[in-house]
């Protein structure tokens, strides 16, 4: 594992996070949306939380895509779920609200969880794996 | 009867969103690494080669219904239930999926992982 793809795991962690954090903060500030008010979705397009938000959700994606091109879905999946902790954490220090000890065990079960993925390989080698994939062949033979 | 449409709408949320990660996983690792790819060919022959594939494709229509099966699971269920259940579930349901359908390597180290996660998400989120 390189220093960049520790960069992309953690990427899709905080972009996640924030992404969410800006779209939740943005629709309560447009309040109830229901189906005879569809309009006020396209309203909510105009503000500039739920515009950050969509901005880093799709960061989150282009992280998420990268790090499945190069590592175990049960890899990066439990290896990125500190955005969960940094989900609860932000309201700590950003509002000041308490973390009940029910959430710290969770931060913490979450943190040996990632501790344990992260120790072990990234990636499962099939013995296939020494030919190229069709798609990568197909992308070498048009160069 | 409505406790049962939530948790329909739950196990609808963590079907379809394991298999849209299983499909986005085999589409990435057909298309290689992407890193390497664009250092090759350019950032746009990546994104071309990405929207071409077929597993990639169907795993954003699985994400689709597992997000609207989110917006029915909140309708019917609360919040504190709905969230943690479906994250949970997904976590274990993936590290299933990915062993059967990928053939990845979930050694013991990945399945305690997985539920020593899950059981921290519920936490959170509950």
């Given at each position: 594992m390189t220093f960049r793809k520790y960069l992309v795991l953690a990427g899709v962690a905080v972009f996640a996070a924030i992404g969410d954090s800006m779209l939740s903060r943005g629709m309560k500030d447009m309040g109830a949306v229901s189906l005879t008010r569809l309009q006020t979705l396209i309203a909510a397009l105009r503000d500039p939380s739920i515009i950050g938000g969509i901005l880093f959700l799709l960061a989150f994606f282009s992280a998420y895509m990268t790090a499945l091109s190069w590592a175990d879905l049960t890899y990066v999946l439990p290896a990125t779920s500190l955005g969960y902790v940094l989900l609860a954490l932000l309201p700590k220090f950003v509002l000041h609200e308490q973390v009940t000890t029910l959430r710290w065990v969770g931060i913490f079960l979450i943190a040996v969880g990632v501790s344990a993925v992260a120790s072990g390989p990234e990636l499962t080698h099939h013995p296939r794996d020494s030919e190229p994939e069709p798609e990568l062949a197909a992308m070498q033979e048009d160069r | 009867m409505r406790h049962a449409y939530t948790w329909g709408a739950i196990l609808l949320i963590v079907f379809a969103s394991v298999t849209g990660d299983v499909l986005m996983s085999r589409a990435m690792k057909q298309v290689g690494d992407v890193d390497e790819l664009r250092k090759r060919s350019g950032l746009f022959a990546v994104i071309g080669r990405v929207l071409r594939n077929s597993h990639f494709l169907l795993g954003i229509g699985a994400m689709a219904v597992a997000f609207f099966s989110l917006l029915f699971a909140l309708s019917w269920g609360d919040v504190s239930l709905v969230a943690p259940a479906s994250a949970s579930l997904t976590f274990v349901g993936n590290a299933a999926a990915a062993k059967f359908?990928?053939?990845?390597?979930?050694d013991r180290r990945r399945w305690v992982a997985a539920a020593l996660v899950a059981c921290g998400v519920a936490f959170l989120a509950g």
């Open positions: - | 359908f990928l053939h990845e390597h979930v």
